[in-house]
């Protein structure tokens, strides 16, 4: 191993760029070269690489986004492509791989590997969806589970001076932490998730109670990918039936994604990306890093990538404490 490479693909998270300065100056402190891919999988067809030292990572630890960017790239599902990212990572002597992302960054990774088994590859899992296997937290999801908590709390004040139901929708296509964290620690009302069945009747039945009691306030919040639909969808459904709330409707979007990454979130990342490095050193790969019980865990590609179970103690929990 001579010299390592380190990319990040998929949606940009909070601590990536924590993580590639960990590996590029684990790299260094262990007398590798280390390099920079741009564009994720885009940068391997173009050539978009550079080397790195550790100027090059300077006062980026504290930054959100990535200083490697990140992009789509169809070519590399083909076999020329990954042919054409093949001959530009051995003419630039790249012999191992950080990838920074998820699942599909893993399922390309693992591929790769297939038809190319000379260059190694270690992940490190960046997502704020925190739903991979094998860690029991991904890059990104601690600064947006707090991200989507702040916007919560600020929302709440309104909605108490004024009466109003809210529904609050939250990234997670297909996994629902971020709701189901941010829904419980900003105490919502009812918190609907893609894992769960969602009851709009019972939902309806809740909220008619609260009224009924006087709470002056109800939060809802939403995971973008719940089957009854979006935070407007369900909130449609629900004024046909409670005329009688005022309601509103709020999309937090991308915020979830940007922002300073936290103080754990850091630490974490730093771990995860010296780990990564020292296991390409140590001669593994088509394995990802991850962190359980504060111990560093190596688990392979084809499992990671199967999403974690939400956990049943949170969802009965919401129904204890709403």
């Avoid at 790299?27 to 999988?41: F, N, P, S, T, W």
């Avoid at 490190?124 to 919560?152: F, K, R, S």
């Avoid at 754990?264 to 359980?292: C, D, F, H, W, Y």
Wanted: proline fraction near 2%.
């Amino acid at each position: 191993m001579k010299k390592i490479a380190v990319f990040t693909s998929g949606g940009d998270s909070p601590g990536m760029n924590a993580c590639i300065r960990a590996v590029v100056r684990t790299a260094l402190h262990e007398g590798l070269a280390a390099a920079g891919i741009c564009r994720g999988y885009q940068g391997f067809i173009d050539g978009d690489m550079y080397d790195m030292d550790h100027h090059s990572v300077s006062n980026i630890i504290q930054q959100g986004g990535t200083i490697l960017r990140s992009a789509r790239c169809a070519e590399f599902r083909t076999p020329e492509g990954r042919r054409k990212a093949y001959e530009n990572l051995a003419k630039f002597g790249i012999d191992g791989i950080v990838a920074i992302g998820g699942d599909g960054t893993f399922t390309g990774a693992h591929i790769f590997m297939q038809e190319y088994p000379d260059i190694k590859f270690v992940g490190c899992p960046g997502t704020i969806d925190n739903d991979l296997m094998g860690t029991d937290y991904t890059i990104g999801y601690d600064t947006a589970i707090n991200t989507a908590m702040e916007a919560i709390d600020k929302i709440r004040d309104t909605a108490s001076a004024h009466d109003r139901l809210f529904f609050i929708e939250v990234m997670g296509r297909d996994a629902g932490f971020i709701a189901m964290a941010a829904g419980i620690s900003t105490g919502a009302e009812a918190i609907l998730v893609p894992e769960t069945h969602t009851d709009i009747e019972g939902l309806i039945e809740k909220l008619e109670w609260g009224w009924k009691n006087k709470k002056n306030s109800s939060i809802v919040v939403v995971a973008e990918g719940d089957e009854a639909g979006g935070a407007h969808k369900i909130a449609e459904m629900v004024k046909a039936r409670l005329d009688h709330y005022e309601i509103k409707v709020s999309i937090l979007g991308h915020i979830q994604r940007g922002g300073r990454p936290t103080c754990m979130e850091r630490v974490r990342a730093s771990r995860m990306g010296a780990a990564a490095t020292r296991a390409l050193i140590e001669g593994k790969s088509n394995v990802m890093i991850g962190i359980v019980n504060n111990e560093i865990v190596y688990t392979p590609f084809g499992q990671c990538i199967k999403h974690q179970q939400m956990d049943s103690n949170l969802v009965e929990m919401v129904d204890l404490l709403s």
